[in-house]
């Protein structure tokens, strides 16, 4: 049973760089057809997909947030990891980690949530 667990900050200042990592347990983030995905819902708003990267390292974006979103693995830990430049209070979110099968197209299994605040 894989298990994706959030880490980071929880408060971000404007302007600066959110980073969060998701540490993978119970299944390696390099095993073929899984991709691993970075959502965020915002408050009052629904889901909105920040990006992926895949087994092979390759990595997409979502187009509303591409020019200032980084995704990142240290495959020696398990881990992936998002950044996003320029924050503003827009960003306040909970952030998600989950995994996609490629064959379903679909994220089945995913971390609990990290609460990131932007403010100063």
């Known amino acids: 049973q894989v298990q994706l667990q959030e880490s980071g900050p929880g408060l971000v200042s404007p302007s600066q760089t959110l980073s969060l990592t998701c540490t993978v347990s119970?299944?390696?983030?390099?095993?073929?057809?899984?991709?691993w995905g970075w959502i965020r819902q915002p408050p009052g708003k629904g889901l909105e997909w920040i990006g992926h990267?895949?087994?092979?390292?390759?990595?997409l974006y979502g187009p509303s947030l591409k020019s200032r979103t980084s995704i990142s693995r240290d495959t020696s830990k398990n881990q992936f990891t998002l950044q996003l430049t320029s924050v503003s209070p827009e960003d306040t979110a909970v952030y998600y980690c989950a995994r996609m099968n490629a064959g379903t197209g679909t994220y089945r299994d995913w971390g609990q949530g990290t609460q990131v605040t932007v403010s100063s």
């Open positions: 990267i895949g087994y092979s390292g390759s990595v």
């Open positions: 119970g299944g390696s983030i390099t095993t073929k057809t899984y991709y």
